[in-house]
């Protein structure tokens, strides 16, 4: 199985600041044939199913904010609050569907400062 | 817009086999795939197994042993068994769309519906 490991486990950002969240694969999850890093983003507010933010580890999905983006490559992947929200407090996790079974993350939680 | 509801016992015992419902409203289940992913309390999310809307099924090596899933097209719905379940099951259970999958593999990619979720206990 992939392991993905994320960090930190949590932290805390003043309100209007930049979080940085980062996700670790213990394998490459970028597939070569056409380029694409099989890496997606989830977030969970509480009591709450998770909220797909990201796939394709870059390409946002439909509704969500753009101070939500994602980068990186191979095996090791960022997601940037450009200015984090009160509505952004949450546990963020990412996963891998480069290889089966599908893997995530231990989760990040997201606070304010 | 899609919308998926999951329905289920709330409280299972040892030994015993754990059986969920998902409903999928807003769309068809003959299109897509649906997922079965997991979630200890206070933990972090286990995917269970997948399925085509053809009935191809694809299940996470841990829980194969164990684990079945269903479709009945006619009533819009997909279903989950687990036998044999133990306190390590509790947990909530959630159904989740996956708009594409590895067809090589027949696996999802990620997912983009979920359902609220529904919390299922192991006990006595």
């Known amino acids: 199985d992939i392991v993905m490991t994320q960090s930190p486990d949590s932290l805390a950002v003043s309100l209007g600041e930049r979080a940085t969240i980062n996700c670790k694969s213990s394998r490459s999850v970028l597939y070569s044939s056409n380029n694409k890093n099989y890496l997606a983003w989830y977030q969970q507010t509480p009591g709450q199913p998770p909220k797909l933010l990201i796939y394709w580890a870059s390409t946002r999905d439909s509704g969500v904010p753009d101070r939500f983006s994602g980068s990186g490559s191979g095996t090791d992947f960022t997601l940037t609050i450009s200015s984090l929200q009160a509505e952004d407090v949450a546990v963020y996790y990412c996963?891998?569907?480069?290889?089966?079974?599908?893997?995530f993350g231990q989760g990040t939680k997201v606070e304010i400062k | 817009q899609v919308q998926l509801q999951e329905s289920g016992p709330g409280l299972v015992k040892p030994s015993e086999t754990l059986s969920l419902t998902c409903s999928v409203s807003g769309g068809s289940i003959s299109t897509y795939n649906w997922n079965w992913i997991r979630q200890p309390p206070g933990k972090g999310l286990e995917w269970i197994g997948y399925i085509h809307y053809s009935g191809s099924t694809n299940y996470n090596p841990s829980l194969k042993s164990r684990v079945t899933i269903s479709v009945d097209t006619s009533k819009n719905q997909f279903s989950l068994m687990l036998t044999s379940v133990t306190a390590a099951d509790t947990a909530v259970y959630y159904c989740?769309?996956?708009?594409?999958?590895?067809?090589?593999?027949?696996?999802?990619?990620?997912?983009?519906?979920w359902g609220q979720g529904t919390l299922i206990t192991v006990s006595s």
């Open positions: 996963q891998q569907y480069y290889s089966s079974p599908r893997t």
């Open positions: 989740a769309r996956a708009p594409d999958y590895d067809i090589s593999t027949g696996t999802p990619y990620y997912f983009d519906y």
